[in-house]
């Protein structure tokens, strides 16, 4: 009895072992997928940024005429974007720039997949979905990397019709062989088209597993081709940094003049930095810091706006409030954009302004109707000989911070020209706070505080 009774005891001891070992097989992967995050949330990372005109032969100031150009083509997208959501109606937008080209100023490197494929992505903090180019594509454009294919990955999987992810889209259609099937435009006739699914995402050596993203099969956008996909970084469900289970996030720009130098062709980290995670607020306890809150738009929710109460130009306040404040059926406002160049400002602020740089400025007024600077809306014709000249100071007040610039984050010089522009440009309705304002700061986004800070940092040496 005994003996039959040691037999039985043995038994059941195999079966518990063998169930505690597939326990622990399945505690083990969820505990690799929980360190990895737990990695990300300690430490967070960093990836370099690398502008869209990198590696081109050109100067400073034609770079920031590209980024104008660019900029109110993408400005002309979203007021149209906003406009069409609350009249309910969609609209047609046609211009010179092809399409996809409005989107984003910066890519970034990041890996796909295992084994890990490395890429070249568009950054956007104006959209929220992470999607990149698949085999098999029906229609894609062409780009410099292999085309990520998932039947080659172990890591693989796609989303079902239920998971949060899916219902986060505006437009799906769901099947039970295709999974989660997504459609995502940009409003300029771009778009992506095909399967929602989860991958392993590498940014430098940090793995983070199940980032859902898009498989694109289906990709139209003329202005895509340098990169492999988009990383959207907006404040809805799908965008990476709400993701991350420490939603924050900052980038760190450096000077347009130490991007255009013959170095940053070949180092990409001169174009910026961003990081992501408890990395990306370091330096806030700063004594400069200068934090103001986000505004939501329930129109755009993507978006981060901010409200712009005053700007002061040499001693002189401006209320520009009314004219930049967001209104109530979802139009106008001021959104922080790091893909847009220079700050679009809504016309009627623009003139207190310009008329108070103009009072304030003893020089010259440049016509800039039918010559090479058309592009700006305010340039003076500097001194015979000199490239200097003085120049008022300029504070934007937002709610609770005083953002005080550099002169050479809002005058650009063209000394070949003998030429000064205020980096500013008049817009109607929709204003667009831009990268050449936010120059040597990191600016950091916080979606649990709901806040936006500014640190005065060299960027060049982060």
Not at 343 to 363: D, G, H, P, R, W
């Amino acid at each position: 009895m005994a003996s039959m009774l040691h037999v039985s005891s043995s038994v059941s001891l195999v079966v518990l072992l063998a169930a505690l070992a597939l326990i622990a097989s399945s505690v083990s992967s969820t505990s690799r997928q929980a360190l990895e995050l737990s990695k990300l949330q300690n430490k967070g990372f960093r990836v370099a940024l690398k502008h869209v005109d990198s590696g081109k032969n050109l100067t400073k100031f034609e770079r920031i005429q590209n980024g104008i150009r660019r900029g109110r083509y993408k400005l002309q997208k979203m007021n149209t974007m906003v406009l069409d959501k609350i009249s309910d109606k969609s609209s047609d937008i046609s211009g010179s720039i092809r399409a996809g080209e409005g989107i984003g100023e910066f890519y970034l490197n990041l890996a796909i997949g295992t084994p890990a494929k490395t890429y070249l992505a568009i950054v956007d903090t104006g959209s929220d979905l992470i999607w990149f180019q698949c085999e098999p594509c029906t229609k894609c454009y062409k780009q410099t990397a292999e085309i990520f294919d998932p039947r080659k990955s172990s890591t693989y999987s796609m989303l079902t019709c239920s998971s949060n992810l899916c219902e986060a889209l505006p437009q799906k259609t769901c099947s039970h062989n295709h999974g989660c099937q997504y459609y995502y435009t940009y409003g300029d006739r771009s778009s992506t088209e095909g399967i929602m699914a989860f991958e392993t995402f590498t940014f430098g050596h940090v793995n983070v597993p199940n980032v859902g993203f898009g498989c694109g099969e289906d990709n139209e956008g003329g202005g895509f081709e340098s990169g492999a996909g988009l990383v959207g970084l907006g404040r809805g469900p799908l965008s990476l940094v709400s993701q991350l289970k420490e939603p924050i996030f900052s980038y760190c720009l450096p000077s347009y003049m130490d991007i255009t130098t013959s170095s940053a062709y070949e180092n990409d980290a001169t174009s910026g930095t961003l990081l992501m995670g408890s990395l990306a607020s370091l330096n806030t306890k700063s004594g400069e810091t200068k934090t103001t809150p986000m505004i939501k738009n329930p129109s755009r929710p993507t978006f981060y706006y901010l409200s712009l109460e005053g700007i002061t130009v040499g001693g002189t306040y401006l209320s520009v409030n009314e004219s930049t404040a967001l209104k109530e059926d979802g139009s106008d406002g001021l959104i922080i954009d790091s893909g847009t160049t220079v700050t679009f400002l809504e016309q009627s602020a623009f003139a207190l302004v310009k008329e108070e740089f103009i009072k304030q400025i003893k020089l010259t007024v440049y016509n800039t109707g039918s010559s090479e600077f058309d592009v700006f809306d305010l340039c003076f014709k500097l001194p015979k000989g000199s490239y200097e000249a003085e120049v008022p100071e300029l504070i934007f007040h937002f709610a609770d911070a005083d953002l005080k610039f550099p002169v050479e984050n809002y005058m650009i010089v063209d000394k070949s020209k003998g030429v000064m522009c205020l980096a500013m440009i008049k817009t109607e309705g929709l204003s667009l706070f831009g990268n050449y304002q936010q120059q040597n700061m990191l600016v950091v986004h916080d979606l649990v505080k709901e806040t936006v800070s500014f640190v005065p940092t060299k960027c060049a040496h982060m």
